[in-house]
């Protein structure tokens, strides 16, 4: 049987708590992602090659 003091929901701590925790997971979850494009990079260069082409081919047909 849960404890009735602990919230079953660990999300729903104080709002500060809360928040400060959730920017905290979001920062590290963009660092990882981060480090892991770069690693694919390094690993698959034609393929980071076509896919910076496709970018900036992306980049020069937008209409604002």
Do not use: N
Request: proline fraction near 9%.
């Amino acid at each position: 049987m849960p404890d009735p003091e602990s919230p079953a929901d660990p999300t729903q701590d104080t709002p500060e708590e809360t928040e400060a925790a959730r920017r905290r997971r979001r920062a590290q979850f963009l660092r990882e992602l981060a480090e892991a494009r770069e690693l694919r990079d390094r690993v698959q260069p034609r393929r980071a090659k076509a896919a910076r082409l496709r970018h900036a081919m992306r980049m020069r047909t937008f209409r604002w």
